[in-house]
Each structure stands twice: as C-alpha cells, then as structure tokens.
Nanobody
C-alpha cells in the first residue's frame, strides 16, 4: 500500500522560492502517476502538477507553468516553486494514482493522499 508524507512548506515573501518534498513508500516496484495538489482557503483542491516519471512526462496547471517544476527521484517526489505569489498560498498535498501512461494528468482521479504541508506567501 502506498503511503505519502509531505514536508518543506513554510512562509515566504512574494517572489521567493520553496521546495516541497513527498516521501512515498510502496512505490518501488511500479511506475507511478504522482501529483501535487493545493487547496487555498475557501476553495476546492486543484491539481497543479503531475508526473509519470517512467516516461518523463509532466503536466502543469496554467497558473504555475513556468514557475513550478515537479520531479521524482525513486521514492521521492518534489515540487520546486519559484516566483511565488500570494495566490500560491494554500495547503499542498502529494497524491498517487495507479493509472499508467497516458492516463496520468491533471484530470486523473488520485486515490492516495498525504497529510499536506502549508505554504504561505506574503506580499
């Protein structure tokens, strides 16, 4: 069974950078569709980036494209965030789906979630 644990959140000023990490157990024997979601206060959770590392495929929401980079190294998934704005504030979640490529993307139904890590960007 896949289990996920995020870390790396914090408070930063607008224009700054953060790197989120997600430790995933139970992935070592399969290719995985992984994602980062965020949920701002009062808003629905939304996918910001996905990765299917076995084929090097990534997708990004338009609001973060060019500023965020998702990557994976074995059982860890990262989200490097640059040029942060207050609109990036929210709880960030790592997620897993058992779908295979090419069904891995922003609209995939993810089945396993971490507990989240808070990102706060001040102006």
């Amino acid at each position: 069974q896949v289990q996920l644990a995020e870390s790396g959140g914090g408070s930063v000023q607008a224009g700054g950078s953060l790197r989120l990490s997600c430790g995933a157990s139970g992935l070592s024997v399969r290719p995985a569709c992984m994602a980062w979601f965020r949920q701002a206060p009062g808003k629905q959770r939304e996918a910001v980036a996905t990765i299917f590392a076995a084929v090097g495929a990534r997708s990004y929401d338009m609001s973060v494209k060019g500023r965020f980079t998702i990557s994976q190294d074995r059982n860890s998934v990262f989200l490097h965030m640059d040029s942060l704005t207050p609109e990036d504030t929210g709880m960030y979640y790592c997620a897993f789906s058992g779908v295979t490529w090419p069904n891995c993307g922003l609209h995939t139904q993810f089945t396993t979630w971490g507990q989240g890590t808070q990102v706060t960007v001040s102006s």
